[in-house]
């Protein structure tokens, strides 16, 4: 029998903390998706984990989506939705009240809630890491979530409220300087540097003047933040499992992956036999710039989106119909 007919779309939306990204997708023969468009907007009305305005989250979701809809030429009206707000594995149980009237305030329908973490392995993870023992761990804006995968399943996620955008604030605050002043020296140094530099020049709020900091100073601002996360992480992991067991170590993914220097000191702190920055495949992703950790969720629900639309119809068959007896 055929696949899907051309023209079966899905349409996910990935709510962070600090940013939202839609992604619409065609499903293809094989049940994989084609990324058509995804558009991308700073989150707002949430704060601290909570939706604060219901119509100003609404605008965030509303022009990720129409970003999405522009380079797909495609318009949506359900969607699939991912969130690190939502607690549970799946399910309507863990969806916030006030964020399910934030999707349909601008008139699209939700199908389903996924933690982002969650969808993010759909895109990083194989069936053999999950089978091994692994651990993902998305280090997001505001929060930092995991999920634990053991025997092929997924046997626990947990969230943690603290992410990559506490050691910007760190710094603005230390430093006194501005919060993007502090995302621009954290993005610039890491957890690394090159023994050779003593000074990292700091602009002062207003912008006008520069001042020279010890970079020794700066490094320990944002290590000792880091450092925070991941023995938060390790705490959690640890009390699922021992991290030792985990064959497949743990992989790191969301924008704080990109943080330099990252895994010689998580070596340090997790105690696992594997560590690795996940980024996404490039196959069905039409822009290079999208082949990123910090969008490995939203690809990933569009591929976890599409394997659902794809069942649904029925339509499978040859090897496809015996794969699935072992699956």
Known sequence: MPGLARGHIVCGLDIGTTKVVSVIAEVGPNGYP?????????????????????????????????????????????VYL?????????????????????????????????????TAAEALLTDTDKKLGTVLLDLGGLTSNLAIFDGGVLTQTNSLAVGSEHISSDLALC??????EGERIKKLLGVSYAETEDFVEVRSVGGNDQRKVPLRAVRDIIESRVKEILELAHQAISQACRPESLAGGVIFTG????????????????????????????????????????????????????????????RISGWRQVLDKFM
């Open 175 to 180: 430093l006194r300087t501005t919060i993007s």
């Open 255 to 314: 924008g704080g992956a990109l943080l330099a220097g990252l895994l010689p000191l998580a070596k340090n702190v997790l105690q696992v036999s594997k560590l690795a920055i996940g980024r996404p495949g490039r196959v069905g992703v039409p822009d290079e710039m999208w082949v990123s950790p910090e969008y490995a969720s939203a690809i990933g629900l569009a591929i976890y989106g599409a394997k659902r639309k794809f069942r649904r119809t029925g």
């Open 82 to 118: 991912a969130s690190p707000l939502a607690s549970q594995l799946t399910g309507w149980e863990s969806l916030n009240e006030q964020l399910l009237n934030s999707v349909q305030l601008i008139g699209l329908q939700p199908i389903e809630l996924v933690p982002s973490v969650v």
């Open 34 to 78: 084609q990324i058509l468009g995804m558009g991308e907007c700073p989150t707002i009305g949430v704060r601290k984990g909570a939706v604060t305005d219901e119509t100003a989250l609404g605008k965030s979701l509303s022009q990720a989506v129409l970003a999405a809809e522009t380079m797909a030429k495609e318009s949506v009206k359900t």
